[in-house]
């Protein structure tokens, strides 16, 4: 048993960017010695989030609409009253979907179905450098 | 320290089939050799989630009539214009909830509360067979 | 590679209470003799959940109206219509915000964001003793 680190940086755009981290995901599973165990994924920062999506335009509009109508926008925030940022939203977002996920590991392969995704999305109303920490554990 | 694997399939039926798995993770845990860890859950696809419930007819309810508040299935979703199959609102709430779960493994045992259940959440608009990749890292 | 266990104990107000744990977790974490891992939090129990958040008094009151949104606590539960304790928007809450989260652990250290805090939240209708299972799974 042994754990490998790896770390994935992405630069991301405001207005709920939505990122696709599957290829890089995989890049890192397969050079890794593991064959059995799981992947660990975690985005550091209260603006962001990850989650698992069939990554199509169509559903991607979707999930943000469904998102905005749970916490608003243009909503009142007494987030933004006291820091003067206006991403009280963002952090709501964030902390209601959340920031940790794991995918197993079998054969050397994730096991995700055909039309799974792994995404990163970033609430935050600026763009951002994000960091996602890949931790792979197992044999 | 060792990875085991199991994997658990169901039948689901449409109209938000909420499962109750604890049984079955119960038993494979039961059968591990590992005494201290974690049980590692995952179900692949794009359409079902994974998460804890008070397995009560009641709160069943209650909790399909929340994700339905959330993301109803007679909104309009771009999704559907795309595929045509009808399943716009089934991938927003599985995106929501999330695929994976962990459960403490202590001295043998799932440290889950008393009126604490693992359910599986299939939100898609046809009957689908279900797997979900169990996994116990530890001691 | 090894499993520690510990376990955070923390009395809790009703009204969805939100609760700090970073301080608790890191202590744990700084006692551990694994450099390199994750921590894993699983809080047992069907009417609570983990997240993180930026732990400000704004944002936290606005989470609450957010999950208030979803889940309000006076509308009709059909819950409350078996057990009579009027606590199903408080299991509706914790099934989706979910009840199990990761951090990971590198080089000693949690790597959360410097605004991102660990969060038990209680959906309860009464005071309750809660447990956090937390494990250190690492080298």
Same mark, same amino acid.
């Given at each position: 048993? /042994?754990?490998? +680190?790896?770390? !994935?940086?992405?630069?991301?755009?405001?207005?709920? $960017?939505?990122? =696709?981290?599957? #290829?890089?995901?995989?890049?890192?599973?397969?050079?890794?010695?593991?064959?059995?165990?799981?992947?660990?994924?975690?985005?550091?920062?209260? /603006?962001?989030? +990850?989650?698992? !999506?069939?990554?199509?335009?169509?559903?991607?509009? $979707?999930?943000? =609409?469904?998102? #905005?109508?749970?916490?608003?926008?243009?909503?009142?925030?007494?987030?933004?009253?006291?820091?003067?940022?206006?991403?009280?939203?963002?952090?709501?977002?964030?902390?209601?979907?959340?920031?940790?996920?794991?995918?197993?590991?079998?054969?050397?392969?994730?096991?995700?179905?055909?039309?799974?995704?792994?995404?990163?999305?970033?609430?935050?109303?600026?763009?951002?450098?994000?960091?996602?920490?890949?931790?792979?554990?197992?044999?």
């Amino acid at each position: 048993m /042994t754990v490998e +680190l790896y770390e !994935i940086t992405i630069g991301t755009s405001k207005d709920t $960017d939505i990122i =696709d981290l599957t #290829a890089m995901v995989g890049e890192n599973a397969e050079s890794s010695t593991i064959q059995e165990g799981a992947v660990f994924l975690f985005t550091p920062g209260s /603006t962001a989030a +990850l989650t698992t !999506i069939e990554y199509e335009s169509g559903v991607i509009k $979707d999930l943000k =609409d469904a998102i #905005a109508r749970i916490a608003p926008e243009n909503l009142y925030y007494e987030h933004n009253e006291r820091w003067g940022d206006g991403n009280g939203y963002s952090h709501v977002r964030a902390s209601l979907l959340g920031p940790s996920l794991h995918i197993p590991l079998v054969n050397g392969r994730l096991t995700m179905g055909t039309w799974q995704q792994i995404v990163l999305l970033d609430f935050d109303n600026r763009p951002r450098k994000r960091r996602i920490i890949m931790q792979v554990i197992g044999d």
